[in-house]
């Protein structure tokens, strides 16, 4: 049982270079979520999507978009990278009694 | 709105109690949340606490909630150095939306020899 896993580990973009970052669960939860951590700000809720099939936008989902592929995996693809999107992104998903369990984090720099 | 408040840094000497406050304004919220961050690491759940609730023990944590005040603590006693970690306190949106939880800035609990 892995839990939450995340690739890749790291990753440095270059302005408008596009990318997906992947992630998946094998505790059969329902709800997956993606944040971004900054210092001084926590967590950010990017995207979550509640079931499979759905998603809907969270605190700061602007120049990111998502794909709920099964119930395993939620993607997460920054088509045309920012120097802004400079951060570590966290998967998690939730069990029911809203308890979310996060990936390692995926450390993004862009230049 | 929602918002959930915490101070940034706490440092404390190896041996000694921590305390670490938080305070949140959604009163309706279900669950109560104190996650830790270890340097490089995702978030690991470390305890919670039912709305319905005013204090849980387990092991050297302790958690106080005083709904009233809107008020969260996390104390750690007989701090060790392996305790060094961003904490986070979160609350759940449940029943109005228990898709989301909203998270603290994060307090920075640095333990000193």
């Known amino acids: 049982n892995a839990g939450v896993t995340q690739t890749p580990k790291f990753q440095v973009l270059k302005t408008g270079q596009s990318m997906t970052l992947q992630c998946a669960q094998d505790?059969?939860?329902?709800?997956m979520y993606w944040y971004r951590q900054d210092p001084g700000m926590g967590l950010r809720l990017i995207y979550y999507s509640a079931s499979e099939g759905t998603t809907d936008k969270g605190e700061v989902p602007n120049g990111y978009n998502v794909s709920r592929l099964n119930k395993r995996e939620f993607s997460l693809r920054l088509e045309s990278a920012a120097p802004s999107q400079t951060s570590v992104y966290f998967c998690?998903?939730?069990?029911?009694?809203?308890?979310?369990?996060f990936g390692p984090g995926t450390r993004l720099t862009v230049l | 709105g929602e918002d959930v408040e915490q101070s940034l840094f706490l440092s404390v000497r190896e041996g000694d109690s921590s305390v670490i406050n938080c305070t949140y304004t959604?009163?309706?919220?279900?669950?109560l949340y104190w996650y830790k961050q270890e340097p490089g690491a995702g978030l690991q759940l470390l305890t919670y606490i039912f709305s319905n609730m005013d204090m849980k023990q387990d092991q050297r944590l302790t958690v106080l909630l005083n709904k009233k005040d809107k008020h969260l603590s996390l104390r750690i006693a007989d701090t060790q150095t392996g305790d060094s970690a961003i904490y986070f306190c979160a609350e759940s949106m449940a029943p109005v939306n228990t898709d989301k939880l909203i998270f603290g800035t994060g307090t920075r609990l640095q333990v000193f020899p």
């Open positions: 959604d009163s309706s919220s279900t669950y």
């Open positions: 505790m059969n939860h329902n709800s």
């Open positions: 998690a998903s939730r069990t029911r009694r809203d308890e979310q369990f």
